[in-house]
């Protein structure tokens, strides 16, 4: 689904997003969804319904908190995710799109991330898995999400995987502590 995106700038990158609590380029519903995780504390917006987006129904959903690579900046951005062996799942689809999300260069570039699941929040390592263990965690986020398997065959890059591993416990995100 492309409407309600936001119109890129002339340099075609996507302009700040409205209300500065996201990553520009997001969907108004993705920043109404994300305000409502942020505001209540993680206790609503956990699970979300794409039904009336795209049919696909419930599904869980983390923060994950980064610094943009080149702005500076703390993002937060609400992702799907899975879980697997104690470790949280997150899929780097951008819809299928040609170039990886910049979330995944962020992290990719410090190698810092936070995320947080419902009530929970965590400073985490992350990894990508390879080979046989990428097809298997790959295979269970198709599970959860079909769309991802329609995102990969429309696009020529491998979709990156990012497993998150929490180390240490941190206070749940607010909007308030994002970079105005």
């Not at 900046?73 to 689809?93: C, D, F, K, N, Q």
Request: aromatic share 8%; glycine share 8%.
């Amino acid at each position: 689904m492309r409407g309600g995106r936001h119109d890129p700038s002339p340099s075609g990158e996507p302009p700040m997003s409205v209300t500065d609590t996201a990553p520009p380029g997001m969907h108004d519903w993705q920043e109404r969804h994300l305000r409502r995780y942020l505001q209540s504390g993680g206790t609503e917006g956990h699970i979300f319904d794409f039904g009336p987006i795209n049919g696909e129904g419930y599904q869980p959903i983390c923060l994950i908190k980064h610094v943009g690579r080149k702005t500076g900046r703390t993002l937060i951005l609400p992702l799907i995710y899975g879980m697997v062996e104690g470790e949280i799942v997150i899929v780097a689809s951008k819809g299928g799109a040609p170039s990886h999300p910049a979330w995944y260069l962020n992290i990719t570039a410090s190698n810092d991330i936070e995320v947080q699941v419902a009530t929970q929040a965590f400073r985490a390592t992350w990894r990508e898995p390879a080979a046989a263990e990428r097809q298997r965690i790959w295979d269970q986020m198709v599970a959860i999400y079909p769309p991802y398997a329609e995102y990969q065959e429309s696009t020529q890059r491998l979709i990156p995987l990012v497993l998150m591993k929490p180390v240490a416990a941190t206070p749940v995100f607010k909007d308030t502590e994002l970079d105005r």
